[in-house]
């Protein structure tokens, strides 16, 4: 099925709900970088976290109009951006996560999980790089996820960190979105599961914002 296009001062844009439902998306999370990056707490895993939202902010533009909105003037190069730097968001929010570890764990443990996010990150954008699929940033984001629930579990049952809970549920709000994307559920042509994906997106950045207010609000280190 061809992607409906529209055409804007006579530039032909192509899956224009797409790119709106993108434009969407990163307009929020930048207004959550904006918010968090303002917040007074002194703990370096805020800064974690509002990198998230702005390299999220960053490559959901650059994914709408290079990946769609100008796809066909671009080819397959035009979502070599999104799809390779992707793996950078995920990145931020381990970085996040692990810090909480602070004052809980051997600082030995600490740094390893560190090491190995930081690891994990080349390999993943060099298999998305070399074979231009958004596959593998799913996979670096369900690795990533391997490694950060543990924790979050573990400040919650132990510490009743306040706002754990709330990354929980972002991570489980964002489990769903691959079956959308593997199954290519949509409403339409036009709200394509690309769209519908966009939407649960946002119901989990909405869940992992109020997270980072209770957790920074609330941090013990």
Same mark, same amino acid.
């Given at each position: 099925?061809?992607?409906?296009?529209?055409?804007?001062?006579?530039?032909?844009?192509?899956?224009?709900?797409?790119?709106?439902? %993108?434009?969407?998306?990163?307009? =929020?999370?930048?207004?959550?970088?904006?918010?968090?990056?303002?917040?007074?707490?002194?703990? @370096?895993?805020?800064?974690?976290?509002? @990198?998230? +939202?702005? *390299?999220?902010?960053?490559?959901?533009?650059? $994914? /709408?109009?290079?990946?769609?909105?100008?796809?066909?003037?671009? /080819?397959? &190069?035009?979502?070599?951006?999104?799809?390779?730097?992707?793996?950078?968001?995920?990145? *931020?929010?381990?970085? /996040?996560?692990?810090? &909480?570890?602070?004052?809980?764990? @051997?600082?030995?443990?600490?740094?390893?999980?560190?090491?190995?996010?930081?690891?994990?990150?080349?390999? +993943?954008? $060099?298999?998305?790089? *070399?074979?231009?699929?958004?596959?593998?940033?799913?996979?670096?984001? &369900?690795?990533?996820?391997?490694?950060?629930?543990?924790?979050?579990?573990?400040?919650?049952?132990?510490?009743?960190?306040? $706002?754990?809970?709330? =990354?929980?549920?972002?991570?489980?709000?964002?489990?769903?979105?691959?079956?959308?994307?593997?199954?290519?559920? $949509?409403?339409?042509?036009?709200?394509?599961?690309? %769209?519908?994906?966009?939407?649960?997106?946002?119901?989990?950045?909405?869940?992992?914002?109020?997270?980072?207010?209770?957790? +920074?609000?609330?941090?013990?280190?």
């Amino acid at each position: 099925m061809a992607h409906p296009t529209i055409d804007i001062l006579g530039v032909t844009l192509s899956e224009p709900v797409t790119v709106l439902t %993108d434009t969407i998306l990163a307009i =929020v999370c930048f207004y959550f970088y904006i918010k968090i990056s303002k917040m007074p707490s002194p703990a @370096r895993g805020k800064a974690f976290f509002a @990198r998230f +939202f702005l *390299w999220m902010s960053v490559l959901t533009l650059l $994914g /709408g109009l290079m990946g769609h909105g100008f796809l066909p003037q671009l /080819g397959p &190069m035009g979502k070599y951006p999104a799809r390779v730097l992707t793996p950078f968001t995920m990145f *931020w929010l381990q970085l /996040g996560v692990i810090e &909480m570890l602070q004052g809980k764990a @051997r600082p030995i443990l600490i740094k390893s999980l560190q090491w190995v996010s930081i690891g994990m990150l080349p390999v +993943f954008i $060099g298999l998305a790089f *070399w074979y231009n699929h958004f596959s593998y940033a799913i996979f670096h984001n &369900m690795a990533a996820a391997i490694m950060i629930i543990p924790i979050l579990i573990f400040c919650l049952v132990k510490y009743k960190t306040k $706002g754990t809970d709330w =990354v929980l549920y972002t991570l489980l709000i964002s489990s769903i979105i691959p079956y959308f994307q593997i199954n290519r559920i $949509g409403v339409n042509r036009w709200f394509t599961y690309h %769209d519908v994906c966009h939407v649960i997106m946002l119901l989990s950045f909405i869940a992992l914002y109020l997270a980072t207010i209770k957790l +920074f609000k609330n941090i013990e280190y």
